[in-house]
């Protein structure tokens, strides 16, 4: 299974492009130490021609192009992308799906609330329908010969959905398997806690993507956010006694490679030289940027 990382930055990218904090200031200044993110999005093969993307971020057109296997051809309008995998119905990783208009018509897979709030609250799926033959199925054990498997992670409906009153899960992360080489790869951008499972649901993972949008409980409030406005959000934070990163040293996962993802613009792990940075590494946790391959 071959794994492209499209984006690694929470809603907004990095740096975003409304906010002059001192992050954002060093990635514009063009800091190697402080790289730009596009917005979180994976690509996925079996065989490296044919390619489904988990998410679709707002800045999937410049991912596509970055992306040398997912360039089109050899015909004038070939494109390897065979479809689309969604954690949750969130614009951040949904409105990608309008800038694939153009392929005709593409399986779009995600579960019963997402696709519901896609066809009600946030009409995308008849705005693309208009385009191309496109597909809406809940997911299943199966996406295009990788077995999947998902776990409901998070309740937390999108502000345009909030009225909405179908049955979650809203959010889901995925556990997804080659059966030829029996690589997995667990992707959880969005954890509002460490659920419950969650610990069985990656034992044994090659890799975890996990949520790496917050480094603290309170990082947000020299933005004009409160504490429990961020807590809102649906991100478990990196530090702290029930953050994630002590959750990950209490397991004894020494095959897994763990990776922060879907980081925000206020996370201070966004820059190298400093120390919360230092802190993940020196735990064995990875912080990926954009374009990183992995092969499982």
């Not at 990095?14 to 001192?22: L, M, V």
């Not at 917050?214 to 649906?234: D, L, N």
Request: aromatic residues 6%.
């Amino acid at each position: 299974m071959r794994v492209r990382l499209l984006g690694t930055a929470a809603g907004g990218g990095f740096p975003q492009w409304n906010c002059a904090c001192a992050l954002c200031a060093a990635c514009r200044a063009g800091s190697p130490d402080v790289p730009p993110r596009s917005q979180d999005c994976l690509a996925i093969s079996l065989d490296g021609k044919d390619w489904y993307l988990v998410n679709a971020s707002p800045d999937l057109r410049s991912q596509l192009l970055a992306e040398s296997a997912l360039a089109p051809g050899p015909g004038p309008r070939d494109t390897p992308l065979r479809g689309v995998l969604l954690t949750d119905a969130e614009l951040d990783h949904s409105l990608g799906l309008m800038l694939l208009r153009e392929s005709g018509g593409l399986p779009v897979w995600a579960p019963p609330a997402v696709l519901h709030a896609l066809a009600e609250r946030f009409p995308i799926r008849d705005t693309v329908g208009r385009y191309g033959d496109w597909r809406w199925e809940p997911v299943g054990s199966s996406v295009a010969g990788l077995t999947v498997t998902s776990l409901a992670v998070s309740d937390k409906r999108p502000k345009y959905a909030r009225e909405s009153t179908a049955d979650g899960p809203w959010v889901v992360a995925y556990r997804i398997e080659d059966p030829a080489t029996g690589g997995v790869l667990v992707y959880a951008p969005c954890l509002a806690t460490w659920p419950t499972g969650f610990d069985e649901f990656v034992a044994g993972a090659d890799c975890v993507l996990l949520d790496g949008t917050f480094h603290s409980a309170g990082e947000m409030t020299g933005t004009g956010t409160s504490t429990a406005a961020q807590h809102a959000m649906g991100h478990v934070p990196i530090d702290g006694p029930d953050g994630s990163l002590a959750r990950i040293r209490s397991l004894e996962s020494p095959g897994t490679r763990w990776m922060y993802t879907h980081l925000n613009n206020t996370n201070p792990v966004l820059d190298r030289r400093s120390p919360e940075y230092r802190q993940v590494v020196e735990a064995g946790v990875e912080v990926p940027t954009d374009g990183t391959s992995l092969n499982l």
